[in-house]
């Protein structure tokens, strides 16, 4: 206490000495350290990964690794998850090759023509399906080694056919058809038939008139009938009673050949009709069907083989089509959710 009573105060601590200072490159250091560990933990929490009690509330540098790890793979399956989107002009895609929709205009172009007929949906479904079939038989072909790379669909499926061309019909394979096809050579009542149309009556009865003064038929329809068959004297070929409208039916099979008809009015023109001769009904037989045959049991194997390489370039080859970006409805197999597995 002092002489007047008030307390004294007690004598000053001596100053702690200072934390000796750390070099410039050392705290650089640390703070870098620092502020990657409370980064961590930050995403450590995001993860649901604790950090340690105590002085290291951060993180223990395995569980920094840990995080960072699990971060890149969650990243990297997120990058898996989400492929960017195919551009708007990308029908489909075979394997990494992008197939842009104006390649199928093109085909169908060189398939439909110029026709500006609208085509219905289901259609263009099915043809969009047939040009990716395409794409894929011409890949097989140049894997085969059978075409160059840049083919012709039609020369690269030409060559897959004859590449897999079984020998042809033998006699008996033929007459096996032909004895269990027997209703398919059964011919009806048939005449061969020539024809004068006129636009108007007056020019018909003068034709009748020439022709019933003797002139040949063919040659009075090649001056003055207005059908496409008038460069061939008018021949209209065999005809059955089902080819024929049913209008003229009667007076056509009324006929005896060499005979003419009288003018007949139809909503287009006014008809003369000549019978060149009339046909039977009959049953084909085998040796006059045997060509036929060769060639309907060609076309079936060439169809099978087909319909097989079709199955098999589906199967081998990662095709997908992106229906959103076509401007029809698609109903095939080669939508989105459509995987194919390579060959083993």
Known sequence: MSRGGAPTAPPASPPLPAPPALPLTTAVRKLARAAALTALA????????EGSAGGSAGLAVSSVGAVGAAAAAAAAAGCRRRPA????????RIGDTEVRYSEF?????????????VVPSDVLSQLFDQFLDERLLVRLAVERGLVSAGSAPRQAIDALLRAAAAPPPGDAEIEAYY???RRDFARPERVRLRQILTEDRRTAQAALQ?????????????????????GGGGYQGELA????PPALVDVIFALQPGEVSRVVPAAYGFHIFQVVARLPEEVVPLAAARGEIASRLER?????????LVRQVRARYNAKVYEHNLPFEYEGPYGESHTTKPPA
């Open 179 to 181: 004895n269990l096809h």
């Open 300 to 308: 079936e194997r060439a169809d099978a083989v087909r319909a097989a």
């Open 105 to 117: 205009q093109e085909h169908l172009s060189r398939t439909l023509g110029d026709s500006d007929a």
């Open 85 to 92: 989107p195919p551009a708007p002009d990308v029908a489909a």
């Open 241 to 244: 009673r089902s080819d024929l």
């Open 210 to 230: 020439a022709v019933q003064r003797g002139e040949d038929f063919a040659a009075v329809a090649r001056r003055v009938s207005h059908d496409a068959s008038a």
């Open 42 to 49: 930050a995403q450590a929490a995001a993860f649901g990964i």
